[in-house]
């Protein structure tokens, strides 16, 4: 089956730095990758995607790339506020028919003001 | 206002006592799915439905039960709950749009098995 990377684990920025965070997925049919954000005592948020026929999307301070070949897709913020200060969650699945995406253990995003 | 509803937010329970999580959507969405999210291990797919009265397995089914009566509900049952089955669990809906889905996760339900 699918199986899912996500690097770091925590990420600690100052305010108005950029924050990377990385994963790398094995089943080369996965198509669809999204990333969710969740704050303290919520349930995940779907803040961006990317499907495997775009190399890369943005979305004001956010964006997401993709490497199919290299199988590995990150995401990227710019200008960091505190509130960006959340867990991240990457995933990747086959859309289309069933669906069982396979999630990443998440990134915790700290950002000190 | 469109949202996904689980009921409770909180749950101590004892070992092998019948318990129900209820899960409901307002967007008329097709898919339903519940998770469960361990510290460490990310979130890991109990169940899904792709529509009324159609269910199937997700990564750890073991010990759970779902049922899809109405499309808006999809409780989760857990008919003897034991100590491993303490967790975060979420309800998550999904409308199906470019051929993937966009999940829309409820608030969680926090449970312990003593």
């Known amino acids: 089956g699918e199986n899912v990377e996500q690097h770091p684990s925590t990420l600690s920025v100052q305010e108005g730095d950029s924050a990377v965070i990385k994963c790398t997925y094995s089943?080369?049919?996965?198509?669809?990758f999204p990333w969710y954000k969740q704050e303290l005592g919520k349930g995940p948020q779907l803040i961006i995607d990317?499907?495997?026929?775009?190399g890369e999307k943005k979305d004001q301070r956010i964006a997401v790339t993709l490497n199919k070949t290299a199988k590995h897709f990150s995401l990227h913020i710019t200008e960091t506020q505190p509130e960006d200060s959340a867990v991240y969650f990457c995933?990747?699945?086959?859309?289309?028919?069933?669906?069982?995406?396979?999630f990443g253990r998440g990134t915790s995003l700290i950002v000190h003001p | 206002e469109a949202q996904v509803t689980q009921n409770p937010r909180y749950l101590i329970t004892v070992t092998g006592k019948k318990l129900t999580v209820t899960c409901s959507q307002n967007?008329?969405?097709?898919?339903m799915s519940w998770y469960r999210q361990d510290p460490g291990l990310g979130l890991r797919q109990i169940y899904y439905?792709?529509?009324?009265?159609?269910?199937d397995k997700g990564d750890v089914p073991e010990g759970y039960k779902v049922s899809r009566k109405e499309k808006r509900n999809f409780p989760l049952i857990l008919e003897s709950p034991s100590p491993n089955q303490t967790s975060l669990y979420f309800c998550?809906?999904?409308?199906?749009?470019?051929?993937?889905?966009?999940?829309?996760f409820g608030p969680g339900t926090r449970l312990t098995v003593t």
């Open positions: 998550a809906s999904s409308p199906y749009r470019d051929r993937s889905y966009e999940q829309y």
């Open positions: 089943d080369s049919a996965s198509n669809y």
């Open positions: 990317i499907r495997s026929n775009v």
């Open positions: 995933a990747a699945s086959v859309s289309g028919g069933s669906y069982i995406p396979t």
């Open positions: 967007m008329n969405h097709e898919y």
């Open positions: 439905s792709m529509n009324v009265e159609v269910t």
